[in-house]
């Protein structure tokens, strides 16, 4: 992803992923998004790096804090995330003019499973989303998309995945991952859905 961002004005939103010293070194804005309750805060001196930990390598962090009423876990942020893309993409209406908005683009590469709810704001707003094979939830998605299998459990209605611009890149290669969001980022087709994307690179 950050081939393709390297340079340009687009950020990353992410669930702390482990992306964070890439991006600091390539100086791409990556922006948190998480529940308070799921993450911890930095240690002075620690001995063993927590992999919820928060990290310098994000250049802004929004936090869901726990309030007596409610404690947020995984999954509930999905909301806020999308929430922040479309304010960013929409732009002050006094600069943008008449200009069409940025695209928004959902990228799965890992194994969590409250990119369900990910996958629901982003098929809701018809934005496209592009699975990168290669990890157990991923094969999961692809699977049920590839009619391999009907038995599939997520968190939220299947058929939010069934009617979304879901596009299936098998290849996991870093040129190819960056090409198509790069392409996905300047057009967005709408008339397929569930589309294999034809390789490019070889491995």
Request: with cysteine.
């Amino acid at each position: 992803m950050l081939r393709s961002l390297v340079g340009s004005e687009m950020c990353i939103r992410d669930r702390f992923t482990g992306i964070e010293m890439f991006t600091m070194r390539k100086q791409v804005k990556l922006i948190g998004v998480a529940p308070e309750g799921e993450i911890q805060y930095p240690k002075i001196n620690p001995t063993v790096r927590e992999p919820n930990e928060l990290s310098n390598g994000h250049t802004h962090l929004f936090l869901l804090c726990n309030t007596d009423k409610r404690k947020y876990q995984w999954g509930d942020e999905a909301f806020l995330k999308y929430t922040i893309a479309n304010a960013i993409a929409t732009g002050k209406q006094s600069k943008r003019g008449t200009k069409p908005k940025c695209k928004i683009v959902y990228v799965i590469l890992g194994d969590h499973a409250a990119c369900d709810y990910d996958i629901y704001y982003a098929a809701k707003n018809q934005l496209p989303i592009i699975i990168v094979n290669g990890s157990s939830y991923s094969e999961k998605l692809i699977s049920f998309m590839s009619k391999e299998t009907e038995d599939i459990n997520l968190e939220i209605d299947k058929e939010y995945l069934e009617n979304s611009h879901s596009y299936i890149l098998d290849n996991n290669n870093s040129e190819e991952i960056a090409s198509y969001l790069h392409f996905f980022l300047t057009y967005t087709p709408v008339s397929y859905t569930h589309l294999t994307l034809p390789t490019i690179y070889s491995v």
